[in-house]
């Protein structure tokens, strides 16, 4: 059974602040899953295969193939400061 102590520590190492009312809200909730997981723990499933996926799954992916692509000299048409052949862009990172 959780406690509003342990909510309460849980609320703090997850950052979050909790009015008091929130934190029986929690606590009610917490214990409920609890509660289901108690009752999923009851079950006898040792006749069950174990299951990996909910179906049956295939590789989905496409094969990859080279398709024509803009012009370098056209992409970089409008770029304000072109650098040799790539788009030059201002310093995010500072060392």
């Known amino acids: ?13 997850s950052m979050l602040e909790l009015k008091e009312e929130d934190v029986d809200k929690f606590c009610n909730q917490f214990n409920e899953i609890l509660g289901y997981m ?7 499933l040792e006749s069950q295969e174990a299951v990996f996926h909910v179906g049956e799954l295939k590789n989905v992916f496409r094969e990859d193939e080279v398709k024509p692509s803009t012009d370098n000299e056209l992409a970089l048409k409008n770029a304000p400061d072109p650098a040799d052949r790539a788009f030059r862009v201002p310093k995010v990172i500072e060392r």
């Open 38 to 44: 108690k009752e999923i723990d009851g079950l006898n």
């Open 1 to 13: 059974m959780i406690t509003k102590d342990e909510v309460k520590r849980i609320a703090k190492l």
